[in-house]
């Protein structure tokens, strides 16, 4: 692991969940830019002290030279910092597990996509709400038919944490993504990016253009807070994306609703277990995750019995084990299994072009602007 050091968030929901499923095992890291803090950070998840490194680029190629090295490293570090750290891994031939948004520019995943293609190695994202149980559902819905021909996409993602300029304080978290040149951006790169990669999971077809309207809502912030965006997807859909971080009253809104032709579907993060469907003409149905409501791309990602809720915990387990099903793959010259799914570094690069096509389209005046592929 490179981050997740002492007081950081995300380094300790992916070391829960790399284990959740006995598939991999923590033996190294480089858990902070200081050496004290990095060791003391090692020690207390009972790591071997010559594992714990004070910089990244020592561990890439110390673990390299190790016959019992790390097979793959998980980066969460701030934004900056994982196109440099993805890179020393790859050169190292090393897999990655990469959060997102995967780097601050599109020129940096680009480098990333290629430089990962040429080493032949994976590289993986974890946009984790892609591996909900009723997400998979959704998307099997959509791939099925179901809704009939798609029409509108509504997706947002509102919290409330940055309501109040935190960053003044001194707020770890809020510190760095407030600062554009280590996010890259704000609630775009930060909650729009998991708001669109959800969209594009279920929906499953690209966004051809888009118009957004960016705004810095707290004064005296120097990135973006509230986003919203307008899309026209290949096919003819049209859809609206809001990202907040001063949404007061919304803590972790992501909420998705796809309707096309023939019915409707409704899912949010907070009732994770639960996707409402509506046919054409019908009443709502609520299909409930660990029940037979649910489809067999719901029950592949299902854990306990229903009514014991699932959620944030376990879907990014989920992704972690899909991951590993194609590490394992890749170990043993085989094939994973082709229902193992999980966002890669191509997916990673579309995240950051959506990005920079929003900042594009405000910077403009909200014009419409196509979106690259
Ligand atoms: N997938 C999700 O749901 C999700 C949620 C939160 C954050 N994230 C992403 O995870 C990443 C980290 O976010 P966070 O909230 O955990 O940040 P954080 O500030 O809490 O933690 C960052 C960690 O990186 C360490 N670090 C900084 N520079 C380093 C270096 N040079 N070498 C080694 N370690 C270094 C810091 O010491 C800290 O331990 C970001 O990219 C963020 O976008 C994803």
Do not use: C
């Given at each position: 692991m490179v981050g997740g050091g002492e007081g950081a968030f995300i380094g300790a929901v992916?070391?829960?969940?790399?284990?959740?499923?006995?598939?991999?095992?923590?033996?190294?890291g480089a858990f902070s830019s200081d050496a004290g803090?990095?060791?003391?950070?090692?020690?207390?998840?009972?790591?071997?002290p010559q594992r714990v490194y004070a910089d990244y680029a020592a561990m890439a190629r110390q673990e390299a030279a190790r016959p019992d090295g790390i097979e793959a490293v998980s980066i969460v570090t701030p934004n900056h910092l994982h196109a440099p750290v993805a890179r020393a891994f790859l050169e190292a031939g090393i897999h990655v597990i990469c959060d997102k948004p995967v780097t601050t520019t599109v020129e940096d995943a680009?480098?990333?996509?290629?430089?990962?293609?040429?080493?032949?190695?994976?590289f993986a994202v974890t946009h984790n709400y892609s591996a909900y149980p009723m997400v998979r559902q959704a998307q099997q819905m959509v791939r099925e038919g179901q809704l009939g021909e798609l029409r509108v996409?509504?997706?947002?993602?509102?919290?409330?944490?940055?309501?109040?300029?935190?960053?003044?304080?001194?707020?770890k978290q809020a510190a760095?993504?407030?600062?554009p040149a280590k996010s890259g951006g704000g609630a775009i790169g930060d909650i729009g990016t998991h708001a669109w990669q959800l969209a594009d999971t279920i929906v499953g077809r690209p966004v051809q253009a888009l118009a957004a309207d960016l705004a810095s809502l707290v004064p005296g912030r120097a990135v973006d807070d509230n986003v919203q965006v307008l899309l026209r997807y290949q096919g003819g859909a049209r859809g609206m994306l809001w990202a907040s971080q001063v949404a007061i009253g919304h803590a972790n809104g992501l909420r998705i609703r796809v309707i096309g032709s023939a019915g409707g579907i409704d899912w949010c993060q907070e009732q994770p277990d639960e996707l409402l469907y509506t046919p054409l003409g019908e009443a709502t149905r609520i299909l409930r995750r660990g029940t037979a409501s649910a489809g067999a791309a719901a029950a592949r990602l299902s854990r306990i019995p229903g009514g014991h809720p699932e959620g944030y915990l376990e879907a990014f387990a989920s992704l972690y084990s899909e991951i590993a099903a194609h590490l394992l793959a890749r170990r043993g010259g085989g094939n994973a299994p082709s229902d193992a799914q999980f966002p890669t570094i191509d997916d990673g690069l579309r995240a950051v072009q959506f990005i920079e096509t929003v900042q594009a389209s405000a910077r403009a005046g909200g014009s419409w602007i196509t979106v690259p592929h």
């Open positions: 992916h070391r829960i969940a790399a284990r959740l499923d006995d598939r991999y095992e923590l033996v190294a803090t990095s060791q003391r950070s090692g020690q207390a998840l009972g790591l071997d680009r480098m990333l996509q290629a430089l990962a293609r040429k080493q032949g190695l994976l996409v509504q997706v947002e993602y509102a919290q409330d944490w940055l309501a109040e300029p935190l960053e003044q304080d001194g707020q760095w993504r407030t600062d």
